[in-house]
């Protein structure tokens, strides 16, 4: 099936710094999407993009879907403690989603 | 509304034994999946039912591995017998509309599952 690389896979950040985490795949895909996953908690959409090259902002949080259709990135400006948490992207194919291995996120006050 | 709601939250059994996962989509949901998250990897897909009827079960891994939905609305998930690699956090998630609508999709908190 497809697989999807995240990296960093950890990161350990001060509060109001940026953050910056990509996701690439071995296959295309028609459509990215970003999820956080909270500690006790489920994954939650952040961002969905539908477009190859589209720029999609949330907030603070930015997300980009690359050229190739293969490849998405996202951004955070000014973390802040409640940033916390693991980030997931994912493609969506048929009637499941592909998920990648995550980023685990920690965000030092 | 109420979310997807999953219990137990924690399991933790020995090898060899069964352990049943309940899932209760959000109401009126048809299409309900379930995921798994083995430490430190990708979140899975496992299988997915619209109602009572298994659409896709092309991720379970093996017979271990029994999903129901009687009725068509909460589902269960059992494992028997449960083998150290089945350990992991397992997750639910129901949508109205499949994969269509992104953000109709939502998950539960997930069971994490150990077994020793």
Excluded at chain 1, 16 to 39: A, R
Aim: charged share 15%.
């Amino acid at each position: 099936g497809q697989q999807l690389n995240q990296s960093p896979q950890s990161m350990f950040i001060q509060e109001g710094e940026d953050v910056s985490m990509n996701c690439t795949s071995s296959s295309i895909f028609n459509t990215w999407l970003w999820y956080k996953q909270e500690p006790g908690e489920g994954p939650v959409l952040l961002i969905a993009l539908y477009k190859a090259g589209e720029l999609t902002s949330n907030g603070r949080l930015t997300a980009q879907f690359g050229i190739t259709r293969k490849d998405s990135f996202l951004n955070i400006s000014a973390s802040i403690p409640s940033d916390v948490g693991i980030y997931f992207c994912a493609g969506p194919t048929g009637n499941q989603f592909y998920f990648g291995t995550g980023t685990s996120l920690t965000v030092i006050p | 509304e109420a979310g997807v709601t999953q219990f137990p939250s924690h399991s933790v059994i020995e090898k060899g034994q069964t352990v049943t996962l309940r899932c209760d989509p959000i109401s009126g949901h048809d299409n309900l999946y379930w995921y798994r998250r083995v430490m430190g990897k990708e979140i899975k897909f496992l299988l997915h039912f619209v109602k009572e009827s298994k659409q896709d079960e092309s991720g379970m891994p093996n017979n271990r591995f029994l999903a129901e939905r009687t009725g068509g609305t909460y589902s269960t998930l059992k494992v028997q017998p449960a083998e150290l690699e089945d350990s992991g956090v397992y997750f639910c998630a129901s949508s109205l509309h499949g994969t269509g609508n992104f953000y109709g999709y939502t998950f539960g908190s997930g069971t994490r599952l150990t077994v020793v």
